[in-house]
């Protein structure tokens, strides 16, 4: 990838790994007021590391994308390989809340493993388009994007609706 092609997206993933930074902050500020709650209750450890996951992969590879000079195979790499981790790791944590039959409320559930989704798969998209073709950059956006409401949704969860 050159110079041209990175310039115009360095605002963008410079806000986004702000965002993802500040986020994951929020996270941890939630997991530290509820932590023995949180502990406690089926399924909330683990939605709090799907959110963790999710906003530190954003944060990784928009730092990535911001490297002088990369080029579109190793920002692609980089972007696949992070993406994969992004979408394997809470994909993983929802298929053993299924195995372990952690009750939560069906609808919910499906609501969050359809934002996992939305939220990783376009990071592994982009990758794969800058490998082979050198574009797929737009990509980022709605990944971004998803990962922000996903884990939004995320800390409500772990910060008011376990006190309800």
């Excluded at 500040?22 to 932590?35: C, E, K, P």
């Excluded at 794969?128 to 574009?135: A, D, W």
């Amino acid at each position: 990838m050159n110079d041209f092609s990175m310039a115009g997206w360095a605002g963008f993933l410079s806000a986004n790994a702000q965002a993802a930074a500040a986020l994951a902050g929020l996270i941890f500020v939630a997991l530290s007021i509820n932590l023995s709650r949180i502990v406690s209750m089926p399924g909330l450890p683990g939605r709090a590391a799907e959110s963790l996951i999710m906003l530190i992969g954003v944060l990784v590879i928009c730092s990535i994308g911001l490297v002088p000079d990369i080029s579109a195979q190793a920002a692609g790499l980089s972007f696949a390989f992070g993406g994969g981790v992004m979408w394997l790791l809470p994909t993983a944590i929802q298929v053993l809340s299924i195995r372990h039959r952690i009750p939560q409320p069906a609808g919910s559930f499906a609501a969050r493993i359809v934002m996992t989704q939305l939220a990783t798969l376009p990071f592994v998209i982009s990758g794969v388009l800058l490998t082979t073709s050198g574009g797929g950059l737009d990509w980022l956006a709605p990944g971004a994007v998803f990962c922000f409401i996903a884990s939004a949704i995320n800390a409500w969860v772990l910060l008011v609706e376990i006190v309800r």
